[in-house]
């Protein structure tokens, strides 16, 4: 039988450091291989004991079970513990993980991608090259600078029924619940 395939866990940023050396008079002697914190147990600990959630809330925020994050929450406070006890450096690197990213919109090729560096600004479509870019939000959807909605829309050929796109499901899946006839897609105009 072979082992679970393990989910991606959701990280909202990756560690400001790269991890921690001890330092002390006899340390340098010691030579002792470094502590590897994966990024997943760097976030259970900042969730837990720097933002103060409990493990419910936390788990939520990763996208994994309750009993998993306590796993990985138990998992990070015992490599910490041997760091400290030991006299180790933490070294913060990989994991099974995906960092929460901002998502972005072109106006002009009308795809839509997202910034995994959040220090970079981004200027422009990396599609297209378009300077025509705007910032999503998913509970909002695609603003352009008049707060307008620069999203599709299916619609429905019977009576003119709309409803936002969903991205991703075609709008001839959707059923117009006012006619019944399948929807098709309408492009807002720029």
């Avoid at 004991?49 to 796993?71: I, K």
């Avoid at 015992?78 to 030991?86: G, P």
């Avoid at 599609?127 to 909605?149: M, P």
Wanted: proline share 7%.
């Amino acid at each position: 039988m072979s082992p679970r395939i393990k989910k991606p866990r959701k990280v909202v940023n990756p560690p400001p450091i790269k991890g921690f050396k001890p330092y002390g008079p006899d340390l340098d002697k010691a030579g002792k291989e470094p502590v590897l914190m994966h990024f997943e147990e760097y976030e259970a600990l900042r969730l837990c004991d720097y933002d103060m959630y409990n493990h419910h809330q936390a788990s939520a925020a990763m996208g994994v079970s309750r009993p998993t994050f306590t796993r990985i929450y138990a998992s990070a406070r015992q490599k910490v513990a041997k760091a400290f006890a030991e006299g180790r450096q933490i070294s913060i690197d990989g994991g099974k993980v995906y960092f929460d990213s901002d998502w972005y919109s072109c106006k002009s090729c009308k795809c839509y991608f997202n910034n995994p560096q959040k220090d970079v600004q981004i200027t422009q479509c990396p599609l297209c090259g378009s300077d025509k870019v705007l910032s999503c939000d998913v509970e909002t959807d695609c603003l352009d600078a008049e707060n307008e909605r620069c999203a599709d829309f299916c619609v429905c050929v019977g009576c003119g029924y709309e409803v936002l796109h969903n991205h991703g499901k075609p709008c001839n899946h959707y059923v117009c619940p006012q006619c019944g006839k399948r929807m098709t897609r309408k492009q807002k105009s720029n």
